[in-house]
């Protein structure tokens, strides 16, 4: 099993950044790609950014050039440095993890492992 806890979440206003963090625990290794993801009220929930085990990645055309996914493997954390924030961006995030480790999806059908969520809201 494998436990995944996000942190970070917060109300910023507009242009403001934040950064999230997961941390993981229990069977995981660096070998696993891991990834974030949002759902906003009504809304499905959609891929932000993943990275893979080799520290490739993908983002969201909606996020590129703002958010930056990393991630520390001596610390088996996630992070998600969030940037010039916009109000279409408040959503509750989720952190997740994949067996599947030498490449990552923006699919949400292709992690196992699930965090509870962190809340970012952006005011305008």
């Known amino acids: 099993q494998v436990q995944l806890v996000e942190s970070g979440g917060a109300s910023v206003q507009t242009g403001g950044s934040l950064r999230l963090s997961c941390a993981a625990s229990?069977?995981?290794?660096?070998?696993?790609?891991m990834a974030w993801f949002r759902q906003a009220p009504g809304k499905e929930r959609e891929g932000v950014a993943c990275?893979?085990?080799?520290?490739?990645?993908v983002s969201a055309d909606s996020v590129k050039g703002r958010f930056t996914i990393s991630r520390d493997n001596a610390k088996n954390t996630l992070y998600l440095q969030m940037n010039t924030l916009k109000p279409e961006d408040s959503a509750i995030y989720y952190c997740?993890?994949?067996?599947?480790?030498?490449?990552?999806?923006?699919?949400?059908?292709?992690?196992?492992?699930w965090g509870q969520g962190t809340q970012v809201t952006v005011s305008s």
């Open positions: 229990g069977y995981i290794t660096s070998a696993d790609s």
């Open positions: 990275i893979d085990r080799d520290g490739d990645t």
């Open positions: 997740a993890s994949s067996r599947i480790g030498n490449y990552c999806t923006l699919g949400k059908g292709g992690y196992n492992y």
